[in-house]
């Protein structure tokens, strides 16, 4: 194998630039030439293919975002234009394939190296941390300390006013960053879509917390089967027949998208790279390159795409007891 | 005089805290003694007040929020409110009273003091800048700097996928946030109350930086004629009748509120609150303790409350000429 | 087992009040008193011991530092100092002890318990994460973020005016901070303690570096064999002839021991206090309780002492490929 | 005029670059073409100039450093060297330059102004803000929350430990920095290069602080006359004769001069930059733009360059009573 070329695709996270870095000087390390494809799939499917050396990664590592930005790309789920993709991947000679992305990403790698056989190896980028095959993915932990960030400077003002804020944080499907942030940021209460958390459990809960605190945090993990963190607490104010101005609701947003990855983030990211490209030098292909306890796993596409990583539910069972 | 109170009152500001801990020390080194009002007003009349010695301040320059709570009071604007408080502030020997707040802790004082004399100087603590006789407000500074951090993050991801972001700042009926925001975070355009942006120079605006740009941020202050960030967003999106997902919103919210105070802010509230403690002793009463050319400055609350602080349009057009 | 003291001892980490946060509510939780002793061993002896209600560790899940103080003992190293300590724990009733600390912390407890025979579990409280029996150490992951954010910075300006930055960080005789702060902050090489750097292999590869790069920073760890990052660089500019303010030095210090703790140092430090409180009522002493690939382990006090974690040598190798 | 080129010079400082932003943007809104200069006047005698357009300083308002780089230029004090960068600007057809840096920055343009007539305007680009002729310069904002930020992680260690701090800042020979940061880091005093402070009054404070204290921190200005931070320790403990490890120094170094600029340093860096332009378009030349009390005002380089700025006693005298 000569030619390589990365791409990342869907939902942006941060440290993705520290894995193309990585991506791009492991191959130059071993002799190969690096290609980058600016915009995924679509820019794959139109040629947006250019040669990447060493100088080209300099001073990335610690930026949000992604230098080879990122696109959802419909074409790419179309038979043509994952042919035309094929043809600019010979017309560039690239013999290799690294897909910096999530769930969606995958799919699309697997379906294309199904149809054309190009190696292709994935790396776990997205915030959500919902992906089987690694412990976590590259962005979640930065996503998490941004939320905390957020929800510490929250606190403050809940604090100074004795209010109860209910905060509404990303995942899509999953309760990772919910859960995390709830016990992080001292929660009285985190509803993720994973459990079932009744209308009735939160009211008590308040409650409860009324007596022995002035101010209360609750985490809504936007998936959440209850709704939005708006919706939820209408729904509690409702309930308790409380019309005060002590709810308030923040959705924190894609402020947890962006910013400078933190050190986790970068050395999974890092690794994850190097792992990537290695594995191509080593015959691996239509898998994805994460790390658990500490070692580097491949696991098929198939599995990434239909395993489910559960959560870890004694986390929950710890922020109940340290709520009190 | 020999004891003061200090309150704070109304929406909290990072560096209130400073501000309490110079009023305190201020207060202990002219040999006074020093006293604390929790809640505001509600606990003036309560009778929430204690003895503040000077290490009841220590460690709490960098703390948002603020130890002495806040609220908004009804009963305060009642007569018999008003009658209460001052018996608690007769009852402590309460001679003089520095009130931490914005135009509504300002017109409580006002009438209070018009009623019963109790020398009483305010501290402008408010994260809206919207107040006459200061340069700055305490927490303007700070509120800035949380919301351009969250703006540099969102740009990342705007950046990665090309999009157009709305974001929504603070600033009740004022520009002033969305003003510095603007111009600090690069953005293409800024929506106050105090000018008039009509959508189609929005979409004007869009279309010719799309020719130039991939992506771009408008902020809004939430106080816009217009209606919220999510509001104009999808006005706008009709109006160029494009469905696409490149439009996203986000509305930063109560992060802005807390944290630990900027430098500017430490010291703005400091001084501010050395002025008010140092004006009481001098026969000053009825007004604010501001700062304005860099000096101190004492204005009458009358004039805080009735006149307004005139937004810099020079910026408005720096923002026009730096987003070409 | 009804009563139980919580300590901090030794250098002190971000997190340890997370920690101390866990102990105190999970210990509340399974209906038991709890007792905070200020200043580590030192305040045992002296009896400065209080009840610890749940409120008392309210809003403190964020904050750098310890509640409880912390100190170094020299009293608590002689038969008479333990002999005081155990009597005010009998005095106030004391059943078991968590520790909070590192190996000095652990080598107390361990004779202490030997002695007296006060069941006690140790958390890993340091920055430095040299302690086996868990795969990080309470304040490790903070101490990395607070050190790469500096680095960060001091690249701006390193590549303003291409410059060669030394940069000492923290990790006693460890090299873990080092390691991680080097790849993560894109360092051209890593000098640690546990592997052999020479001058020559420094000097090789800045003029190796000097061809593709404007700037450079290598991070050195404050144990490293060739002296201090300020000594190491004065070798460097003589053995390559080169007088010039090209290169500089920057020594982080104990900026890398405060901050509000990270997500994962925050989630760490609750599962070790809950861990460690739970392994008392089920009859565990002498062991630190860690957690190694996402489970709770407990290791003896002789084993936490005595064996020591490797540092991961793959890291080293990526850090060099990275670099090219 | 039509043609103006932007150069940075001297020690870099956080907003050159919204600073080199707002001259460029400025300048194509009037119609002008821009150009940079690399590496100041090195990079000018060096003919290393480069047209810029609006895109080439997109995204750049956040980001720390200099994308034109600086240098300190030993050849620009030469006649030889001044001959050749006119000759180098004659040959691009440049007719206006801003200069962004410090005294020494200013002290070149002069001299090249007075021998070739290049109507020059500087932008005080400093993180020292010795500059006379300006309120604030751009950087010392920033510099001052960066160096808070880590006295406040200090902080955390020193309250833990009850220990007596010595930070030293940067200032070169002024004591701005240190001014703001022992005010907003609540330091129990300020040593500055404009003040005589005895290492008596030192004991004296720290005795006194003793009684009522438990940690201390004194903010040393890196010019003091009684040495750096390291040395005036060492004469401390040695005056008070107390060899415990209660006393610890931590110079914070280059990180000072690094990171994203604060809001109030991208604005004053976007008006100077565009006052420096329409400056040179009314026909200024041989000047700084500067804010002086929120307008912008010219001062003659010759005026910059002798004139000081006193530092604010009031300031000292808050910093006493607050410390208390």
Do not use: W
């Not at 708006?230 to 308790?240: N, P």
């Amino acid at each position: 194998m000569k030619k390589i070329a990365v791409l990342t695709s869907g939902g942006d996270a941060p440290g993705m630039n520290a894995c193309i870095r990585a991506v791009v000087r492991t191959g130059i390390f071993h002799g190969m030439e690096m290609y980058g494809i600016m915009y995924g799939y679509d820019g794959m499917i139109n040629g947006e293919i250019q040669r990447m050396e060493s100088h080209a990664v300099s001073n990335i590592v610690q930026r949000g975002g992604t230098i080879l930005k990122s696109a959802r790309s419909e074409m790419f789920r179309t038979k043509e234009g994952r042919k035309k993709a094929y043809e600019q991947l010979q017309k560039h000679g690239i013999e290799g394939l690294v897909a910096i992305g999530g769930d969606g990403t995958f799919t699309g790698a697997k379906v294309f190296y199904e149809e054309y056989g190009i190696p292709t190896i994935g790396c776990p980028g997205t915030i959500d941390n919902d992906i089987f095959g690694t412990d976590f993915t590259i962005g979640f932990d930065t996503a998490i300390n941004t939320a905390l960030e957020a929800i510490d400077k929250i606190r403050d003002t809940a604090a100074a006013h004795d209010r109860i804020f209910f905060i509404e944080v990303m995942g899509r499907d999953s309760g990772y960053i919910a859960v995390e942030c709830g016990l992080g940021g001292g929660a009285e209460m985190v509803m993720v879509p994973e459990t079932k958390t009744t209308l009735n459990e939160v009211v008590e809960k308040l409650k409860g917390s009324r007596k022995t605190k002035t101010s209360s945090v609750i985490v809504v993990a936007e998936g959440d089967e209850e709704g939005s963190a708006a919706e939820i607490m209408e729904k509690v104010k409702h309930t308790i027949n409380d019309d005060s101005k002590d709810f308030k609701v923040t959705t924190l947003g894609h402020i947890q998208r962006g910013g400078s990855p933190t050190g986790k983030d970068r050395m999974l990211a890092s690794r994850c790279g190097m792992a990537a490209v290695e594995g191509l030098m080593n015959g691996q292909a239509n898998c994805m390159a994460g790390i658990i306890h500490d070692e580097v796993v491949y696991t098929s596409f198939e599995d990434c795409i239909t395993k489910s990583k559960p959560l870890n539910r004694d986390t929950l069972k710890l922020i109940e007891i340290l709520s009190i």
